[in-house]
């Protein structure tokens, strides 16, 4: 499913431990580290898709965790050109997502990588909230600095952890977000009729 524009939506998951880590996991044959995510089917709406993403990827249900927070619009990458392929149509150029702040409160034990018959990732471990941001691929850095930004105050309050500054500064110039998307963000916030798209209707 691919929007009008070329992007594709998606829901990121930041699975947070109660002393406020995170949770960072290793893309399978890859060496390439991220949290997960993954690309909603027509008929879902993005807390649906969260929740499916969720038991696919990592193996956790609805009543393993807690939700916390989610952001209040759609946040935009472009994917690198390498990774476009012009001759698929439609032809995607980036993703569109909704993040979402979920607290384990079920044992570790019941992440489960290989719920699924095709694994997204061969390992996991807690990393410092603000970790992210230095590790992630390039392209996506913006977009996780804006989730973990606006997801933060949620996080300090359910674990008591500390977490602010809100982003390393040498970040800060990558976090500004380009004036034609945010445009489009409140285009798209107005055909909602001014709500979340967490709670969209189908």
Known sequence: MIDPDGYRPNVGIILMHSTGQVFWARRVTRDGWQFPQGGMNSDETPLEAMYRELDEEVGL???????????????????????????????????????????????????????????????????????????VVSFKRRVYAQALKHLAPYAERASGAQLMPLAPPTLEADVAVPRRERRAAAREAAGLGGRSPVGAGR
Not at 81 to 96: A, D, E, H, S, T
Not at 108 to 116: F, K, M, P
Request: glycine letters at 6%; a positive charge; hydrophobic letters at 35%.
């Open 61 to 135: 249900k609805p009543h393993h965790v807690e939700l916390l927070g989610a952001t209040p619009g759609w946040l935009r990458y472009r994917l690198p050109r390498r990774c476009v392929r012009p001759g698929k149509r439609p032809l995607c150029i980036g993703q569109k997502q909704v993040w979402f702040l979920l607290q384990l409160t079920a044992q570790e034990s019941e992440v489960r990588l290989d719920a699924h018959d095709t694994p997204e990732f061969d390992s996991w471990r807690w990393v410092d909230f603000w970790y992210p941001l230095e590790h």
